[in-house]
């Protein structure tokens, strides 16, 4: 694997954002930022060999500015946290609100938009950053590490470290738009999900706290499924995707949660992850906006396969915990691999 840094740009307060560009033997070419830790470019031949950007992204850094979360890692805690608040040891926390009353993706200044100390080395880029206690609400001084690398197999993977001095939540992940295509709408995608149940949620995307079979409804893909053909399916899905399922056998080592095929170029894109839950997201917020290249991402221009523990579970003693804790070390990892299908 090849490494180059190179400058991509520079915030309003004057900081650098730098761009590291990875790439393997195999044609696989990735560009990561430091704001955020996004994935800024991902491109990835089909069956013929031809390649196209999978991932969706900006030319330019105001392009990052102006839409949240785009291809970033989300914390200290990722997706929901209802009411902006929650009980930790007997005390109430509150934290910041940035969705009506609720909380998304750490708050009003996430760990997307925060530029990361960044170095290369032999396996990958090493991004690090402190949250310092209070910061979004959230107690203790969090030391976070996250190590992207481009692996020979055509693997990116994300290993995901943290340390804290105080009880407090993590829940760390990619939020990576991919479109196998390179461009138009994801809906043909055939998507696979290997999660026989999921959590229900309420009209403002919280979970009940309950767990249930995805069994004859529109969230079954235990069987590959076009994305497009379920939401025709099942009327109660036809604005999209924002759901999270449970990951069969979700634990220590990663293990295969989904797996995407697009029939047209061929190319294949399996999710793996130590992570008990997956968060499928359509973008069903785009709305015609400017890409890479002038590029317009509408609505369902691309899909999002969050890792993560289940949303809100610091208000669900039921869902595993993501409380960390001082001498405790978070470990988690996400793998996207490709393959090249003969077509």
């Given at each position: 694997?090849?490494?180059?840094?190179?400058?991509?740009?520079?915030?309003?307060?004057?900081?650098?954002?730098?761009?590291f560009t990875l790439s393997n033997g195999n044609g696989v070419v990735c560009?990561?930022?430091?704001?955020?830790?996004?994935?800024?470019?991902?491109?990835?031949?089909?069956?013929?060999?031809?390649?196209?950007?999978?991932?969706?992204?900006?030319?330019?850094?105001?392009?990052?500015?102006?839409?949240?979360?785009?291809?970033?890692?989300?914390?200290?805690?990722?997706?929901?946290?209802?009411?902006?608040?929650?009980?930790?040891?007997?005390?109430?926390?509150?934290?910041?609100?940035?969705?009506?009353?609720?909380?998304?993706?750490?708050?009003?200044?996430?760990?997307?938009?925060?530029?990361?100390?960044?170095?290369?080395?032999?396996?990958?880029?090493?991004?690090?950053?402190?949250?310092?206690?209070?910061?979004?609400?959230?107690?203790?001084?969090?030391?976070?590490?996250?190590?992207?690398?481009?692996?020979?197999?055509?693997?990116?993977?994300?290993?995901?470290?943290?340390?804290?001095?105080?009880?407090?939540?993590?829940?760390?992940?990619?939020?990576?738009?991919?479109?196998?295509?390179?461009?138009?709408?994801?809906?043909?995608?055939?998507?696979?999900?290997?999660?026989?149940?999921?959590?229900?949620?309420?009209?403002?995307?919280?979970?009940?706290?309950?767990?249930?079979?995805?069994?004859?409804?529109?969230?079954?893909?235990?069987?590959?499924?076009?994305?497009?053909?379920?939401?025709?399916?099942?009327?109660?899905?036809?604005?999209?995707?924002?759901?999270?399922?449970?990951?069969?056998?979700?634990?220590?080592?990663?293990?295969?949660?989904?797996?995407?095929?697009?029939?047209?170029?061929?190319?294949?894109?399996?999710?793996?992850?130590?992570?008990?839950?997956?968060?499928?997201?359509?973008?069903?917020?785009?709305?015609?906006?400017?890409?890479?290249?002038?590029?317009?991402?509408?609505?369902?221009?691309?899909?999002?396969?969050?890792?993560?523990?289940?949303?809100?579970?610091?208000?669900?003693?039921?869902?595993?915990?993501?409380?960390?804790?001082?001498?405790?070390?978070?470990?988690?990892?996400?793998?996207?691999?490709?393959?090249?299908?003969?077509?």
């Amino acid at each position: 694997m090849k490494i180059q840094k190179s400058l991509f740009g520079t915030m309003p307060d004057g900081a650098a954002v730098e761009q590291f560009t990875l790439s393997n033997g195999n044609g696989v070419v990735c560009q990561l930022l430091n704001y955020g830790v996004r994935i800024a470019s991902l491109r990835v031949p089909d069956a013929k060999g031809n390649p196209a950007d999978v991932v969706v992204g900006f030319d330019h850094l105001d392009g990052y500015l102006q839409n949240d979360y785009i291809s970033a890692v989300c914390g200290r805690v990722a997706n929901r946290i209802g009411g902006a608040k929650f009980s930790l040891d007997g005390k109430t926390i509150k934290v910041s609100a940035n969705e009506g009353e609720n909380q998304l993706h750490g708050g009003k200044c996430g760990f997307d938009k925060k530029i990361w100390r960044a170095e290369a080395g032999q396996i990958g880029v090493e991004f690090a950053c402190v949250s310092p206690d209070g910061e979004e609400g959230f107690p203790g001084n969090l030391n976070v590490k996250v190590i992207v690398a481009l692996t020979d197999a055509d693997e990116l993977r994300l290993d995901f470290t943290a340390i804290t001095d105080k009880p407090t939540p993590v829940n760390l992940t990619s939020h990576a738009y991919f479109n196998l295509a390179g461009r138009g709408n994801v809906l043909d995608h055939e998507l696979m999900l290997a999660a026989d149940f999921y959590t229900p949620v309420d009209s403002h995307l919280l979970p009940t706290g309950e767990i249930k079979s995805v069994r004859g409804t529109g969230l079954d893909f235990t069987t590959p499924k076009a994305i497009g053909s379920q939401m025709k399916k099942f009327p109660e899905i036809v604005s999209g995707y924002d759901h999270n399922f449970v990951v069969n056998g979700g634990g220590k080592s990663p293990v295969l949660a989904a797996r995407v095929r697009e029939p047209i170029s061929g190319r294949i894109m399996e999710t793996w992850t130590t992570q008990p839950g997956v968060q499928l997201y359509t973008a069903n917020h785009f709305d015609g906006f400017a890409g890479r290249g002038g590029a317009r991402c509408e609505k369902f221009g691309g899909f999002c396969l969050e890792t993560q523990h289940f949303p809100d579970s610091v208000n669900h003693p039921g869902f595993p915990s993501v409380i960390l804790r001082p001498g405790e070390t978070y470990r988690q990892t996400c793998i996207y691999k490709f393959i090249h299908e003969r077509l």
